[in-house]
């Protein structure tokens, strides 16, 4: 088992929790850079971050900051220009051919001439699964999301909230052991987004799946996660972890939104952004 990042422990955060034999991911001093036609562009710089297996974390900051970069990095969408990345004691382009993880973003990405059960499907088509291990497990998902009475709609006759479920479901197809979300309710209201968070909940306990999820809100990072990560503006570090110690996934409901635990993190974790943003303007690395 990894030890937590010399960076956590200098901050004075929590050590992670032990939830599962073996990391899901692990950054070791990680770092990004763009090289565009005005010269370098430092995306991320020394990030050392561990994410358990079966754990939620949340990662936050200024918009710039590297989370979405931090996300793609470890999905093998884009590759690191230093440091060390595994997933589940692979390398990144190792644990996305073996599928250790499922992803969705802001945009729910569906394929308009697909039905909700063929958009479901579409990752098992891809590994040639049987028709009926398909059929069964888009059934399966398509409960767990709730949405089994609309598996022959499309998707221009769902609502936004909907749609977002049957991605997940599709992120969900193949089993996987970690769930990479980018902004997944950003572009939802208010009332479908915290409903959509309390049902992230509830598939988050029944798969027992870790979670790295990218967001601006503080609220909904603190009602969802184990720990917030908080980010430094650009050059993106791990500048503090914010352990959130407000129950397990199944113990947490609508009604925690109105305790004083969850107000008090809520704070820890602006109190911390702000302290990022400071320090942020002393600092400049190139």
Not at 243 to 254: I, K, M, Q
Request: aromatic share 4%.
């Amino acid at each position: 088992m990894s030890t937590p990042s010399a960076l956590t422990a200098a901050t004075g955060s929590a050590a992670a929790p032990t939830l599962g034999p073996a990391p899901a991911v692990v950054a070791e001093r990680l770092g990004k850079v763009y090289r565009t036609g005005a010269g370098e562009v430092v995306a991320l710089h020394d990030v050392d971050l561990t994410v358990h297996a079966g754990e939620f974390v949340s990662l936050i900051g200024p918009s710039g900051c590297g989370k979405s970069t931090l996300m793609r990095l470890v999905a093998d969408l884009e590759q690191p220009s230093a440091g060390a990345l595994r997933v589940f004691g692979r390398d990144a382009e190792q644990a996305r051919r073996a599928q250790d993880y499922g992803i969705a973003f802001q945009q729910a990405g569906l394929l308009p001439w697909r039905t909700v059960r063929g958009n479901v499907e579409l990752p098992l088509e891809l590994t040639r699964e049987p028709r009926r291990a398909r059929a069964a497990r888009a059934d399966e998902l398509l409960d767990l999301v709730g949405l089994r009475e609309f598996a022959g709609h499309h998707p221009h006759q769902l609502s936004g909230g909907m749609q977002q479920r049957v991605a997940i479901a599709r992120s969900l197809a193949r089993s996987p052991s970690l769930l990479l979300m980018d902004e997944p309710f950003g572009a939802l209201d208010e009332m479908t987004r915290e409903r959509m968070q309390s049902e992230l909940l509830r598939i988050r306990e029944r798969t027992q799946a870790a979670v790295i999820f990218v967001t601006h809100s503080i609220p909904e990072a603190v009602y969802l996660s184990d720990r917030v990560v908080i980010m430094s503006p650009r050059p993106g570090r791990v500048r503090q972890i914010v352990p959130v110690t407000l129950g397990a996934a199944g113990e947490r409901s609508e009604g925690l939104r109105e305790d004083a635990a969850f107000y008090d993190r809520v704070s820890a974790v602006r109190e911390a952004l702000h302290g990022a943003a400071v320090a942020a303007r002393g600092m400049d690395v190139r």
